[in-house]
């Protein structure tokens, strides 16, 4: 069993950072997606597609950061069939934190807009010009958009859960520390 008690500062920041810029890019991809083309139409277009890099790039660090620091360990109370849930749930989170970037990315390159990050550094199309492909990848996208929905609302559930009727501190372990952190923890 691990003797670490919490998630190191590193993975709060990348945690709590990912988890705005998602919540802001739903809430901006689900208000885009029904406006009438127009300049603002494009402008939202293209931060919403700045912001999926950037969530891209974290989520890839994130996951760096995640395998090389090990996490704190689940309540010894916790019942196996909710310790795998909770792992099937995390893995789910990642992947699709992976995917709907990814499929985003895809769609713009079938589509025929690439993207240009943060109007600067192009980035490469990953498939030709296809209008078929690129709405089914419209689809695919929206369709992934939509589970992480779900899959948030059950993560946030779960760990008010924890909070409120375990009393357990799984919440507590990715809540920002109160605590002072000692300079030797720092880099770890």
């Known amino acids: 069993m691990s003797d670490i008690t919490h998630y190191t500062s590193t993975a709060k920041i990348l945690h709590w950072l990912v988890s705005l810029m998602i919540f802001c890019m739903l809430l901006l991809g689900f208000y885009m997606s029904d406006l009438p083309l127009s300049p603002d139409k494009l402008k939202f277009y293209s931060w ?4 999926g890099v950037t969530v891209f790039l974290l989520v890839i660090a994130r996951l760096g950061w995640r395998i090389t620091h090990t996490p704190p360990a689940m309540p010894a109370q916790m019942p196996q069939l909710q310790q795998v849930a909770a792992t099937i749930f995390h893995f789910a989170l990642y992947a699709l934190m992976f995917l709907i970037p ?7 390159s079938a589509k025929g807009f690439q993207t ?3 109007g600067v550094l192009p980035i490469p199309d990953l498939l030709p010009k296809d209008k078929v492909v690129g709405d089914a990848l419209k689809e695919v ?7 992480l929905v779900g899959v948030i609302v059950v993560h946030v559930i779960a760990a008010l859960k924890h909070h409120f009727i375990d009393k357990d501190d799984v919440l507590k372990k990715m809540l920002p520390s109160r605590r002072k952190i000692a300079p030797e923890e720092i880099n770890h």
Request: aromatic share 20%; net charge positive; proline share 0%.
């Open 48 to 51: 919403h597609k700045w912001a």
């Open 102 to 108: 990814l499929s985003g990315w895809l769609m713009s």
């Open 116 to 118: 240009v990050w943060f």
């Open 141 to 147: 996208h929206e369709a992934l958009n939509k589970l």
